[in-house]
């Protein structure tokens, strides 16, 4: 009986740990956009290869995410989900891996994968605490501040006025 005390502390550890994590990514995507972008990085890269490790060898392991989920999630788990596990968590697996890559990029490539991202983790909350919610939307959050400037960096409207102003200058009449 104290091992499933253990287990329970561990698990509230680890969903707490995730959640506090979450907030501190919310801050550093303004404040040090670099180390964001790499925790986003390593934490999509973690959840494709643990998602397509457990797909191919424990696909049955997905079914325990209806314990928490919302009804139409549930339903869709225990229903058409149980026939498709296996290939659809390896797609999510790649598309994990591509919003993983993303975090390195530049411009709409880097934008384009902070959406998917956003999509995704706005589509798991719905999980509940098998999703650790509301981690999913407090790292969404942190995506959508990343993507506020084209490099994830905070913007200097000062450097905007001065491009802008010596391009005016050089403009023929």
């Known amino acids: ?14 969903y707490l740990s995730c959640n506090a994590m979450a907030i501190f990514l919310i ?4 404040s040090r956009p670099a ?3 790499l925790i986003l990085l390593l934490i999509f890269l973690f959840a494709a290869g643990f998602n397509a490790y457990t797909a191919l060898d424990a696909p049955w392991n997905y ?8 009804p139409i999630y549930k339903r869709f788990i225990l229903g058409a989900f149980l026939h498709i596990i296996t290939p659809m968590v390896l797609t999510i697996a790649i598309c994990q891996l591509l919003i993983a890559l993303a975090m390195t990029a530049r411009g709409q490539l880097f934008q384009a994968g902070c959406w998917a991202g956003m999509i995704f983790l ?4 719905p999980l509940g605490l098998y999703a650790a919610f509301p981690m999913p939307l407090l790292l ?3 995506m959508l501040r990343l993507i506020r400037t084209e490099s994830g960096r905070p913007a200097n409207p000062k450097s905007v ?8 200058r050089h ?3």
């Open 1 to 14: 009986m104290d091992s499933l005390k253990f287990f329970d502390m561990v698990s509230w550890g680890f």
């Open 161 to 168: 006025k001065l491009k802008t102003k010596h391009h005016a």
């Open 27 to 30: 801050w550093a995507s303004k």
């Open 171 to 173: 403009i023929p009449n």
């Open 35 to 37: 180390l964001a972008r």
């Open 122 to 125: 706005v589509a798991i909350a």
């Open 63 to 70: 079914q325990d995410f209806a314990d928490s989920a919302m």
């Open 140 to 142: 969404a959050s942190s």
